[in-house]
């Protein structure tokens, strides 16, 4: 798990709370009546409830000076997993204690612009020079990439006047993979996959060559022992060889702004991720190709883990949720779908500057370069499905053609 440290670099901030505002106007009508009736007591308890707000002001500030926070988090997960953050809060300061402090992370996700406070702990007491470790659990039901913008601490300690926050700059980012399902459960998807195919020569696979006397250097546990026990002496079976099982995914994923575009979208990058992940465990290799960015050839866990990172980089389109709010029936409206096809581009967000094509069939000059494997096209709906002029073998598999309730379980 990667560590997120708070830097030296912080910037402080000031915000009066409503107890501190009604304290204030109190402490105004008490010094006016002091003015006004000239009485010593008066006077005494002016200066009383001043030197108080004065102790809250710069108390509160001196309690968020020196004290450090680091953060484990973890930097892949996937959607709808519970996964732990751990916060640790160092307080080294030689006399005073930290008092009523509460810790917030600030983090931006690719969809959306705005900074997101996440709350991760609350101290109601910190000793002098020692630390402490507050666990919290998150689950994260969108996939995407979360950058880390910083930590703020704050504290309306000792009397909640005044808030102080700190605000810590850190680095980091947490990548969500898409939710990966289990190709049992897609019959009609895993029927389409090609099968890895084997030749008539020796090798390593897994059918039956030839049965042989034993030799020096074969594998113990490649002993036949019927055939011994028959010939009377030493026989060792011999396997076929299995062809390099190279598949090629591509993810057609250009948006258009059609009709269900972000559902279907959405379930052609939750294919692909199952995909990857059920021929990566089955030792293929394999090779990912989208508008943004290509995975090339590999197997392994290794490029898995790659294939499942450039799927959640993929940007995110969230249009359907401003169209469920109360008044998104007003863009439906005749003459106003503009307005939405608009909104829609200022929320979805592109993770770094990808060059994306400007329509579908993007694909088509890079079938001529695939000279060994098999090829899966993956399209939102059956009308992207253009006629590759090539002879690369080529399974297309249309979002919009699989069973509703296929969709329903990804999208859920």
């Not at 030799?215 to 055939?227: I, M, S, T």
Request: include cysteine; charged fraction near 25%; glycine fraction near 8%.
């Amino acid at each position: 798990m990667p560590t997120a440290k708070s830097s030296k670099r912080s910037t402080y901030s000031l915000q009066i709370t409503p107890a501190g505002l009604m304290f204030s106007i109190m402490v105004m009508l008490v010094a006016v009546l002091a003015l006004s009736s000239g009485n010593n007591l008066l006077y005494v308890l002016v200066a009383v409830l001043v030197a108080t707000l004065a102790l809250s002001l710069f108390a509160s500030r001196s309690i968020l000076s020196r004290v450090d926070v680091e953060l484990r988090y973890p930097e892949r997960t996937s959607a709808g997993e519970t996964v732990c953050f751990d916060l640790t809060i160092g307080n080294r300061r030689r006399l005073f204690p930290v008092l009523s402090l509460t810790a917030t992370l600030i983090e931006q996700s690719s969809w959306s612009r705005r900074l997101m406070r996440v709350e991760q702990g609350y101290l109601p007491l910190l000793p002098r020079r020692t630390e402490a470790q507050v666990r919290t659990e998150r689950c994260f039901m969108r996939r995407g990439v979360y950058r880390l913008r910083g930590f703020r601490l704050e504290t309306r300690s000792p009397f909640g006047f005044f808030e102080h926050r700190r605000l810590m700059p850190v680095d980091g980012q947490i990548r969500i993979h898409p939710l990966v399902y289990p190709l049992t459960d897609f019959e009609s998807i895993r029927r389409r996959l090609p099968g890895q195919q084997e030749s008539p020569r020796k090798g390593s696979g897994g059918d039956l060559y030839a049965i042989r006397d034993a030799q020096g250097r074969d594998p113990h546990h490649h002993v036949d022992w019927k055939a011994t026990a028959r010939a009377n002496r030493l026989m060792v079976r011999e396997f076929t060889n299995e062809d390099q099982w190279q598949m090629t995914i591509i993810l057609d994923c250009v948006d258009e702004g059609g009709a269900g575009s972000e559902q279907y979208y959405e379930t052609a990058i939750a294919v692909a991720a199952s995909l990857a992940d059920d021929l990566s465990r089955r030792g293929a290799q394999i090779q990912l190709l989208t508008p943004a960015r290509t995975v090339p050839f590999g197997s392994g866990s290794a490029q898995r883990l790659a294939i499942l990172d450039l799927l959640a980089e993929l940007p995110v389109y969230v249009d359907q949720e401003s169209r469920r709010r109360w008044w998104g029936w007003i863009f439906r409206l005749p003459g106003l779908s503009w307005l939405a096809r608009d909104r829609g581009a200022r929320r979805g967000v592109t993770v770094g500057d990808h060059d994306w094509p400007d329509s579908p069939g993007w694909y088509l000059e890079r079938l001529d370069q695939l000279r060994a494997g098999s090829v899966l096209l993956i399209v939102p709906t059956a009308e992207r499905r253009p006629p590759p002029g090539s002879g690369t073998l080529v399974t297309v598999i249309a979002c919009d053609e699989l069973p509703p309730e296929y969709v329903a379980a990804i999208l859920t």
